[in-house]
């Protein structure tokens, strides 16, 4: 759970073997290659690479799938992708002309099989169509100005038809443009379109034999471009090379034995002060899948320290938090199980995405039991899932004289991740006296938790516990602990305000005692920071509350269906199903976006300073 510590090597060889080189070592796969000319090479793209990844996308979402081809007779990479791109273009324009005709066949039905006259047959008479309401026929029948006729009509509509040479005014609704074409040709062509789009389908179902075909030489075109990319990054002349890149030390072994097989000259160099290395996380299988969630928003710098393990947790935490329901979790636990387990098992990312996805619905399944929420409904008094219920003053968790409580277990969650996050920025710079600053700055965060807990909360819970286990009367204990708080949080900003500048301690000059003196100044306006990032984590309580009033309120208005015999189970059964439904989603939503957000923003704003960018090993895409 670690930052992968890399070295720097660098290989000389004969220029003749440049391109052997380095296809051998895109086979090797774990190199990230330095760029060694003093301008950024382009990139070298074929042309038709976006055509083929959007014929393999198309070929993919098929709903039939045939086999692979064994035998490759008639495949050709450029005229397969020009045919199923062709196929999805005809296929696209077919279903806008099907959509087209489907409404101008339901405009033209009322009227009727007929051809309208040509251009100027009656001269300037034109047909106008009005689909009026029955009670507007009776405006139509009084005007004498107007030659008409009704040609159908229905529940809705009477149709009428006006010949005018200019369109009629005073008409109580305006005439609708039908379709030039008659009725008949319509639905031949309509008839015909259908023919087309089910042939195409299965053309296209023919193709998909030649996926994994696209996909092999999509890789090798995606290979061969960055060789050639790789190839603007070398330095040399007409008889020398050199290539340079990052190699973990894992693997260095095998790099040096590759030089060795090519006679390559190696040079070999730790990260030195101005190198900047490129960052490698790697992280045990079970909680790799939470690197996704630290770089979507950063990459931590190479001489920093990896944020997955603490991230894998707290975004459990913060997400079962939000849901605030076991019984949600149960369902999406349902959902992972029955439908996403196997298809995620297909690759080693699908792997490492599913053990976080197991962690957070355990986490929001246990957090659902402990606050007694199922689908909005607290479990029965007396029964074994109460007796897992937590209390607050005998009441549960959730329950509405607790609120002031919940909020508190959520300033204290964000007390202590932020604490966290600020003693392992001090252990990072443990060699500097910087570290002091940033345990000041955790000393702030769990003294002022405990001080104003302790002035406003009477009991104080943890001047009641101390009291209990030394055996001491409660109000000496609590004076002290007031006391230790203050002092803590006094000798925080102490800390602070001292030991956050970078500059050197002992010094004989005055000007840096003067900037230390500043630097300790703006370092405590982090103190309005520091509040606005604790209040942050009320979010917690709010989310969770809101997830837990809606399912609550879906259940009181499923169950005020009841009272209505007959319809009223399927009513209560559509808003149940509906509601939760819709409650899920957001607290979803709400769980993802806002447990990301307190451990990218909050969390790493203390703890992650410098942004570093990830290794990208030089490897093959195609297999073999």
Same mark, same amino acid.
């Given at each position: 759970m670690?930052?992968v510590q890399l070295?720097?090597?660098?290989?000389?060889?004969?220029?003749?073997q440049?391109?052997e080189?380095?296809?051998?070592?895109?086979?090797?796969?774990?190199v990230?290659?330095v760029?060694l000319?003093?301008? *950024?090479?382009?990139?070298?793209?074929r042309?038709?690479? *976006?055509?083929v990844?959007?014929a393999?996308? &198309?070929?993919?979402?098929?709903?039939v799938?045939?086999?692979?081809s064994?035998?490759?007779?008639?495949y050709?990479?450029?005229e397969?992708?020009?045919?199923?791109?062709?196929i999805?273009?005809?296929r696209q324009a077919?279903?806008d002309e099907?959509d087209?005709?489907?409404?101008?066949?339901?405009?033209?039905?009322?009227?009727g099989?007929?051809?309208?006259?040509?251009?100027?047959e009656?001269?300037?008479?034109?047909?106008?169509?009005? %689909?009026l309401r029955?009670h507007q026929?009776?405006d139509?029948?009084k005007?004498?100005?107007?030659?008409?006729k009704?040609v159908?009509s229905?529940?809705q509509h !009477?149709? !009428?038809?006006?010949?005018?040479?200019d369109?009629?005014?005073?008409?109580?609704?305006?005439?609708?443009?039908l379709d030039?074409?008659?009725l008949s040709?319509?639905?031949?062509?309509?008839e015909?379109?259908?023919?087309?789009?089910?042939?195409l389908?299965w053309?296209?179902v023919?193709?998909?034999?030649?996926?994994?075909?696209?996909?092999?030489?999509?890789n090798?075109?995606?290979d061969e471009a960055?060789?050639?990319?790789?190839?603007?990054q070398?330095?040399?002349?007409e008889?020398?090379f050199a290539?340079?890149?990052?190699?973990p030390?894992s693997?260095?072994?095998?790099?040096l034995a590759?030089a060795k097989?090519y006679r390559l000259?190696?040079?070999?160099?730790?990260p030195?002060p101005?190198?900047? %290395?490129?960052?490698?996380?790697n992280?045990?299988k079970?909680i790799?899948?939470?690197?996704?969630?630290v770089t979507f928003?950063?990459?931590?710098e190479y001489r920093?320290?990896? %944020?997955?393990?603490?991230? #894998?947790?707290s975004f459990s935490?913060?997400?079962a938090m939000i849901?605030s329901?076991?019984?949600?979790g149960?369902?999406l636990?349902?959902?992972? !199980?029955f439908?996403?387990?196997r298809?995620?098992g297909g690759?080693?990312?699908?792997k490492r995405?599913r053990?976080?996805?197991?962690?957070?619905?355990?986490?929001?399944v246990?957090?659902?039991v402990?606050i007694g929420?199922?689908?909005?409904?607290?479990?029965?008094?007396?029964s074994?899932?109460d007796?897992?219920q937590l209390r607050?003053?005998?009441k549960p968790l959730m329950?509405?004289?607790?609120?002031?409580a919940?909020?508190?277990?959520?300033?204290t969650v964000?007390?202590?991740?932020?604490?966290?996050a600020n003693?392992?920025?001090?252990?990072q710079?443990?060699?500097?006296?910087?570290?002091?600053?940033?345990?000041?700055?955790?000393?702030v965060?769990?003294?002022g938790?405990v001080?104003? *807990?302790?002035?406003m909360?009477d009991?104080n819970?943890?001047a009641s516990?101390?009291?209990?286990?030394?055996?001491?009367? #409660?109000?000496?204990?609590?004076?002290?602990?007031?006391s230790?708080?203050s002092a803590?949080?006094?000798?925080g900003?102490v800390a602070?305000?001292?030991f956050s500048s970078?500059? %050197?301690?002992f010094s004989i000059?005055i000007?840096d005692w003067?900037w230390?003196i500043?630097?300790?100044?703006?370092?405590?306006t982090?103190v309005?920071?520091?509040f606005?990032d604790?209040?942050s &984590?009320?979010r917690?309580?709010?989310?969770?509350?809101?997830s837990?009033e809606?399912a609550s309120?879906?259940?009181?208005?499923?169950?005020?269906?009841?009272?209505? *015999?007959?319809v009223?189970?399927l009513l209560a059964l559509l808003?149940?199903?509906?509601?939760h439904c819709?409650n899920?989603?957001?607290?979803?939503?709400?769980?993802?976006v806002?447990g990301l957000?307190?451990?990218?923003?909050?969390?790493?704003s203390?703890?992650l300073?410098?942004?570093? &960018?990830?290794?990208?090993?030089?490897?093959k895409?195609?297999?073999?």
């Amino acid at each position: 759970m670690a930052i992968v510590q890399l070295e720097k090597l660098t290989l000389y060889g004969i220029a003749r073997q440049r391109e052997e080189v380095l296809e051998g070592l895109q086979r090797l796969g774990c190199v990230h290659l330095v760029n060694l000319q003093a301008t *950024s090479p382009k990139s070298a793209e074929r042309p038709e690479r *976006s055509d083929v990844h959007a014929a393999i996308k &198309y070929l993919a979402a098929c709903p039939v799938q045939r086999g692979p081809s064994t035998t490759g007779k008639g495949y050709d990479c450029l005229e397969v992708t020009r045919d199923v791109l062709d196929i999805k273009n005809r296929r696209q324009a077919l279903h806008d002309e099907f959509d087209d005709l489907t409404r101008s066949v339901q405009m033209l039905e009322p009227w009727g099989d007929f051809r309208l006259p040509q251009d100027r047959e009656l001269g300037e008479l034109r047909f106008w169509f009005y %689909p009026l309401r029955h009670h507007q026929v009776g405006d139509v029948e009084k005007r004498t100005d107007l030659t008409w006729k009704i040609v159908s009509s229905d529940n809705q509509h !009477v149709y !009428v038809v006006v010949i005018r040479s200019d369109e009629p005014e005073g008409m109580p609704v305006a005439p609708v443009e039908l379709d030039t074409r008659p009725l008949s040709e319509l639905k031949a062509r309509l008839e015909q379109v259908e023919i087309e789009l089910d042939e195409l389908h299965w053309k296209r179902v023919g193709l998909t034999r030649w996926s994994d075909r696209l996909k092999r030489d999509l890789n090798e075109a995606d290979d061969e471009a960055a060789r050639i990319e790789a190839m603007h990054q070398l330095a040399g002349d007409e008889d020398l090379f050199a290539l340079q890149g990052w190699v973990p030390r894992s693997t260095k072994e095998h790099v040096l034995a590759f030089a060795k097989k090519y006679r390559l000259a190696v040079q070999s160099e730790t990260p030195g002060p101005d190198d900047k %290395p490129p960052t490698l996380l790697n992280n045990p299988k079970q909680i790799a899948g939470a690197e996704g969630a630290v770089t979507f928003y950063i990459t931590p710098e190479y001489r920093t320290w990896d %944020p997955t393990l603490v991230v #894998y947790f707290s975004f459990s935490l913060f997400f079962a938090m939000i849901m605030s329901d076991a019984g949600y979790g149960l369902v999406l636990g349902a959902i992972l !199980v029955f439908f996403l387990w196997r298809k995620l098992g297909g690759s080693d990312a699908g792997k490492r995405f599913r053990s976080l996805l197991v962690a957070i619905l355990v986490a929001t399944v246990g957090y659902g039991v402990l606050i007694g929420s199922y689908f909005g409904v607290g479990p029965s008094e007396g029964s074994w899932l109460d007796a897992w219920q937590l209390r607050i003053g005998g009441k549960p968790l959730m329950a509405p004289e607790n609120q002031g409580a919940m909020m508190g277990i959520a300033v204290t969650v964000g007390v202590l991740h932020l604490a966290l996050a600020n003693f392992i920025t001090a252990w990072q710079n443990r060699r500097t006296s910087q570290c002091l600053g940033s345990i000041g700055w955790a000393a702030v965060f769990l003294g002022g938790l405990v001080l104003i *807990s302790a002035k406003m909360v009477d009991p104080n819970p943890l001047a009641s516990w101390l009291a209990g286990r030394l055996g001491e009367p #409660y109000a000496p204990i609590q004076e002290a602990v007031v006391s230790g708080s203050s002092a803590a949080l006094i000798g925080g900003f102490v800390a602070v305000f001292l030991f956050s500048s970078g500059r %050197p301690l002992f010094s004989i000059n005055i000007m840096d005692w003067v900037w230390r003196i500043l630097d300790g100044l703006q370092a405590l306006t982090g103190v309005s920071k520091a509040f606005g990032d604790v209040l942050s &984590y009320l979010r917690l309580f709010a989310l969770g509350l809101a997830s837990a009033e809606l399912a609550s309120t879906f259940n009181d208005l499923a169950g005020g269906m009841l009272e209505f *015999s007959g319809v009223g189970v399927l009513l209560a059964l559509l808003i149940l199903v509906v509601g939760h439904c819709i409650n899920l989603l957001l607290a979803i939503v709400g769980g993802v976006v806002h447990g990301l957000r307190l451990n990218c923003i909050e969390f790493f704003s203390w703890s992650l300073k410098d942004e570093g &960018y990830p290794f990208r090993a030089f490897c093959k895409k195609a297999s073999g």
